[in-house]
């Protein structure tokens, strides 16, 4: 698949069904730590854009952190942040925001703190991050690097790696990797959709999840 029907494929999705089929061919890529700043009620997915961010060493002016990337973000990118899980300053706002949607970015995944909350929502950007906190980076922290390999909460991620995020939570998927997983996905999906319509029939739970009604999805099958 091209990287226009792979993030078309993954929004057809949702994480749970990723990560399952991650769990299927014994890859990483689903976050636990990563939580949704505001209720956006669709699926975030798109192609990863990495910014790394390092404490602010020297005095005087600096670039303010991830706008040398939002400058050059492209339709369907996701920027993600790895500030290694601090909770106790922002680096994503409202400003940055702006600048986001204006160039077509998809989302923002934040390991770590962001603010201005409302302000994403109401560009309707989703926003996922540990938390929101009110204090600035200017002054505390820079962007270090971008379109660099990063960790996301102990996840390894690659600029142009692939991420699908909702309600659920976060997963990365290796670009190498996003053609079976999507097909294995799918057919997970499929799966659980004839489960769930099998339960509204009025068939017994305990039945209709016995692996022997309906097979787990394998890697192997086609």
Request: negative net charge; proline residues 5%; aromatic residues 2%.
């Amino acid at each position: 698949m091209s990287p226009e029907e792979i993030v078309a494929a993954l929004r057809g999705l949702d994480s749970c069904a990723v990560s399952d089929a991650l769990d299927t061919v014994g890859l990483p890529g689903a976050v636990t730590a990563l939580t949704p700043m505001w209720p956006a009620g669709t699926v975030l997915a798109g192609r990863v854009r990495t910014v790394t961010a390092a404490p602010k060493a020297t005095a005087g002016p600096a670039t303010h952190i991830a706008t040398p990337l939002v400058a050059i973000t492209e339709p369907d990118d996701v920027v993600v942040i790895d500030n290694h899980g601090r909770t106790d300053v922002s680096c994503w706002g409202g400003l940055l925001a702006e600048a986001a949607v204006r160039r077509g970015v998809a989302g923002v995944i934040v390991d770590g703190a962001c603010r201005d909350v409302q302000e994403s929502e109401a560009l309707a950007l989703p926003i996922f991050a540990r938390t929101a906190v009110p204090v600035s980076a200017r002054g505390r922290i820079v962007q270090e690097a971008m379109d660099e390999r990063i960790q996301v909460a102990g996840v390894s991620v690659a600029a142009h790696d692939y991420v699908i995020a909702d309600v659920n939570g976060v997963v990365f998927i290796a670009a190498g990797d996003a053609d079976r997983v999507i097909g294995l996905a799918q057919r997970i999906a499929e799966r659980e959709a004839r489960m769930a319509e099998a339960v509204r029939s009025g068939r017994d739970v305990q039945e209709v999840m016995h692996d022997s009604q309906f097979p787990t999805v394998t890697a192997e099958q086609r």
